[in-house]
T-cell receptor, first 112, second 113 residues
Framework: DSGVTQTPKHLITATGQRVTLRCSPRSGDLSVYWYQQSLDQGLQFLIQ???????AKGNILERFSAQQFPDLHSELNLSSLELGDSALYFC???????????FGDGTRLSIL | QQQVKQSPQSLIVQKGGISIINCAYE??????FPWYQQFPGKGPALLIA?????SEKKEGRFTISFNKSAKQFSLHIMDSQPGDSATYFCAASSGGGADGLTFGKGTHLIIQP
């Protein structure tokens, strides 16, 4: 158990809809990272927050956004969903700086 | 542009043998190179990581070899066991590991009893 909690584990929705994925980092971790895992693209970095502030963006679509709250949990919002957004979404957390990232077990998003 | 290339895609090794997975990177700003292990239905779990100031790091049966001039690094699993059967990902990042990780495509490893 990595200590990173992601909810829900599974999410099924339709095209055009909006969903919110939630991540609770390990106790003491200030940095949260979001990744997308799909068969064709593999594991891709989306966005990073550190202590409530956006720190870096990766391959995140404009339809996607995220935030980190004062209690350090984070949410990834996906809107105007398309079939191609079906994937596993992982959250990882670290203390910050050069410390390693620890991953949660992901949210599997299925778009019908 | 695939910044981290991983090979092979799949690998079958006999129990007790050595499993070797290779990765090559392009971005010279990368300065942190972890390996992750992933089982079905689970998130990637950190196995071992190396920084470019050393050429080799060993933790138990797992060893990373790093060649900075060739921009290559590899994972060796000694005395491979059926429980090691999983998907392995190499990754790289800059900022000493503080930045988002760039992953290889993964290697599906099967250890035959």
């Amino acid at each position: 158990d990595s200590g990173v909690t992601q909810t829900p584990k599974h999410l099924i929705t339709a095209t055009g809809q909006r969903v919110t994925l939630r991540c609770s980092p390990r106790s003491g971790d200030l940095s949260v990272y979001w990744y997308q895992q799909s068969l064709d693209q593999g594991l891709q970095f989306l966005i990073q927050y550190y202590n409530g502030e956006e720190r870096a963006k990766g391959n995140i679509l404009e339809r996607f956004s995220a935030q980190q709250f004062p209690d350090l949990h984070s949410e990834l919002n996906l809107s105007s969903l398309e079939l191609g957004d079906s994937a596993l979404y992982f959250c990882a957390s670290s203390v910050g700086g050069t410390q390693p990232q620890h991953f949660g077990d992901g949210t599997r998003l299925s778009i019908l | 542009q695939q910044q981290v290339k991983q090979s092979p895609q799949s690998l079958i090794v006999q129990k007790g043998g050595i499993s070797i997975i290779n990765c090559a990177y392009e971005n010279t700003a990368f300065d942190y190179f972890p390996w992750y292990q992933q089982f079905p239905g689970k998130g990637p779990a950190l196995l071992i990581a190396i920084r470019p100031d050393v050429s080799e790091k060993k933790e138990g049966r797992f060893t990373i070899s790093f060649n900075k001039s060739a921009k290559q690094f590899s994972l060796h699993i000694m005395d491979s066991q059926p429980g090691d059967s999983a998907t392995y990902f190499c990754a790289a990042s800059s900022g000493g590991g503080a930045d988002g990780l760039t992953f290889g495509k993964g290697t599906h490893l099967i250890i035959q009893p």
